[in-house]
């Protein structure tokens, strides 16, 4: 098979990998928090342990300023699969935009040829 060829067909397969992982890619980090309610005589404010963990995305906003929200217990699962989706699907664009390069360079190598 050729490298172009070879070329082709894992571009082929990134593209399918991408629009899977696009379904349910989940843009932020993750991170867990523990907290105080609002509640004085609760055993978190008297020393006891906190509650929590409580999952939490934070994420740059649209003004470049970090933004978030915490995570209901009921979509913790898929925001978790989301957060490691969204890390696979930049992979798989840096390797398309990899193969995309190698082409057009090929492309124009082979056209300064003839």
Same mark, same amino acid.
């Given at each position: 098979? !050729?490298?172009?060829?070879?070329?082709?067909?894992?571009?082929?397969? %990134?593209?399918?990998?991408?629009?899977?992982?696009?379904?349910?890619?989940?843009?932020?980090?993750? !991170?867990?928090? =523990?907290?105080?309610?609002?509640?004085?005589?609760?055993?978190?404010?008297?020393?006891?342990? /906190?509650?929590?963990?409580?999952?939490?995305?934070? =994420?740059?906003?649209?003004?470049? /300023?970090?933004?978030?929200?915490?995570?209901?217990?009921?979509?913790?699962?898929?925001?978790?699969?989301?957060?490691?989706?969204?890390?696979?699907?930049?992979?798989?664009?840096?390797?398309?935009?990899?193969?995309? /390069?190698?082409?057009? %360079?090929?492309?124009?190598?082979? #056209?300064? #040829?003839?």
């Amino acid at each position: 098979m !050729s490298q172009a060829a070879e070329a082709s067909a894992r571009q082929q397969k %990134l593209l399918s990998a991408i629009e899977r992982l696009a379904q349910v890619a989940v843009f932020g980090s993750l !991170s867990e928090t =523990y907290r105080t309610c609002g509640q004085p005589g609760c055993h978190c404010h008297q020393g006891g342990p /906190k509650h929590g963990p409580h999952l939490y995305i934070s =994420y740059r906003g649209e003004q470049g /300023k970090t933004t978030g929200y915490y995570v209901p217990k009921g979509a913790e699962e898929a925001t978790r699969g989301g957060v490691a989706a969204w890390r696979q699907l930049q992979e798989c664009l840096r390797e398309l935009a990899k193969i995309n /390069k190698e082409r057009n %360079l090929r492309r124009a190598r082979e #056209a300064e #040829a003839r």
